[in-house]
Structure formats: C-alpha cells, structure tokens
C-alpha cells in the first residue's frame, strides 16, 4: 500500500498506563497489523481495532494487559552463528 510515507516515518507505538488493563499498540508495520487483525477477529474480548487509517496506512489496536509480550534475545556468539550456518548449508539452507 503506497501511503506518501517513508520508511522513516512508519512507526510503531506500544503504550500503557500501569494504571490502566490495556494496552495501546498503533503500527504501520504490516506483519504486525495482519497478525494483530487475526487475533482480534479470534479474541474479541482480548483485543479491538480502535482506528484503522486507511489513508496513511496504520491501525491502531487496544490489548488486554497480559496477553502482548517482549522476548529479549542474547545475541549470538560468533561460535554459535558459525555453528548454525554449517548447520543450514549442511541441510540446504541458503542466507540472504
């Protein structure tokens, strides 16, 4: 979808209020929209659409506190990313 925005003007915003049950998440990111727009439609009393801005191309979700979680990853050693790119090449696995 061209929406007049570059890349550096998409964003995506998670707020909260640690006084409030839900959560605000407003993206441009299309992943994100499809997979938030998925579990609206499944969960509907977990998650819904607030605004959906067809114009600029964001959507604008509110989650139930609890259900919307952030994984932190360590990042790879230089052995561990070796070890996992000769795993991939040896079972036909190709890199970017």
Known sequence: MKTGLTKTQKTTEIWFYEKEPTIHVHTHNTDLKKRLSAYTEKFQTECRLLDNDYEFGCMEFE???????????????????QMASEHAKKNGLKGK
């Open 63 to 81: 989650i139930a506190k609890g259900r919307l979680s952030f994984r932190l990853t360590e990042p790879y050693s230089d052995e561990c990313r």
